[in-house]
């Protein structure tokens, strides 16, 4: 995993592929973190989302949904007490009431921000030196799963 800091945007074009149902093998999933799971999922749900599946890693929760063409994204329940240094700057910011980046429109207020691209890779460890050299992103901990 890679971490970059506060500003993360995410970019759509035209020249992708079909949208896959499986995050297992999903090749880009966006991944937001939010306060209130169960609360956002039911909001997401009533304007169109739909459901796929969900998974609980380290007792944190992540429901994926589709989007209305069929893209999976995740929401994923804010982890205050994890020891990565990303959850814990979300939580320090989260309790200090920040609630987006100044000048710009906040998220609503269920969702604080994104906080993950989970992208599959071949050679996630090659990916993660070729991303700390080129842009100094920290490379945090690898989990038991494989995930740098």
Sequence with gaps: MLYGGDVCVFEVNRSGQP????????ECT??????????????????????????TIHNVRTVFLRDSVGHLYGLRQAHDDSPLAQNLEAARSWNAGARGLAGLPSLPS???????????????????????????????????????
């Design 30 to 55: 966006q991944i937001f973190r939010v306060r209130d799971l169960d609360a956002v999922v039911a909001q997401v749900l009533s304007v169109g989302a739909s459901s796929a599946v969900q998974e």
């Design 110 to 148: 269920s969702i604080q921000n994104l906080g993950y691209v989970r992208l599959r890779v071949e050679d996630p460890d090659a990916m993660a030196t070729f991303y700390a050299e080129m842009l100094g992103l920290d490379v945090l901990p690898s989990s038991a799963d494989g995930v740098v």
């Design 19 to 26: 949208p896959v149902s499986d995050p297992s093998v999903a």
